[in-house]
């Protein structure tokens, strides 16, 4: 069984240009995740979707971020226009459902903002 | 407030020794507990997932356990090796989201 796929592997951008990094979840998994990972902490959950319906987006800095999973498959999260503070690197997540369900990570994208 | 901490922040063991992990959480109500495994530059990865019901769980040389009256779990990894270097993170959900730990740094020196 293929896992998350995460793409790209790294990014490097100056303050103020936009980004996107884009997920493929296991396939059949209905719940997808993006979290940010900044270097020495815990994941935080960006936003969740069910299917291609949003369900937490609670903190997801709104102005800046956007993310879309049109098909209830891919999803993809953008950054625009990114801040040094942006520096991180954005995980992946996909389960089944929600709940006690094993959520699998991708490798992440590593993000630097100079 | 929903909270999980680590300790220690980091720990440095020799090869083929015993060590383990502490996780305390003020997360509730509470569902189940989980320990991932985070290699540099990975996703993490389950190591063991443990629902109210259940004191204790095995994953080969990792051995989770859970006191659900005091809100704390352990991680125990036993006759650690090189391949164990990595960060640990506790994870608690009350229920659909994860509340994770900020993690413990673990270096196995030969």
């Known amino acids: 069984e293929a896992g998350v796929a995460q793409s790209p592997r790294y990014k490097i951008i100056e303050k103020r240009q936009s980004v996107a990094f884009w997920c493929n979840p296991i396939s059949g998994h209905a719940t997808l995740y993006w979290y940010q990972q900044i270097l020495g902490q815990g994941p935080k959950l960006l936003i969740q979707?069910?299917?291609?319906?949003?369900?937490?987006d609670s903190q997801l800095p709104k102005d800046r971020f956007s993310a879309e999973r049109l098909k209830g498959v891919d999803s993809t999260l953008k950054i625009q226009p990114a801040k040094l503070e942006d520096s991180a690197v954005y995980l992946c997540?996909?389960?089944?459902?929600?709940?006690?369900?094993?959520?699998?990570f991708g490798p992440g994208t590593r993000l630097t903002v100079l | 407030k929903n909270q999980v901490e680590q300790s220690p922040q980091s720990l440095i063991i020799l090869e083929g020794k015993n060590c383990t992990l502490q996780c305390n959480y003020t997360v509730s109500p509470f569902s189940n507990l989980r320990w991932y495994k985070q290699d540099t530059g990975r996703g993490p990865v389950s190591l063991t997932i443990m629902t109210f019901s259940e004191n204790t769980k095995s994953n080969g040389r990792y051995t989770a356990t859970l006191d659900a009256d005091t809100k704390q779990s352990s991680l125990h990894i036993t006759a650690s090796q090189l391949s164990d270097s990595a960060s640990y993170i506790c994870v608690v959900s009350p229920g659909g989201k994860l509340i994770f730990g900020q993690g413990t740094e673990l270096s196995v020196k030969p």
């Open positions: 979707f069910q299917n291609n319906g949003v369900v937490d």
């Open positions: 997540a996909s389960s089944l459902v929600t709940g006690y369900n094993e959520q699998f």
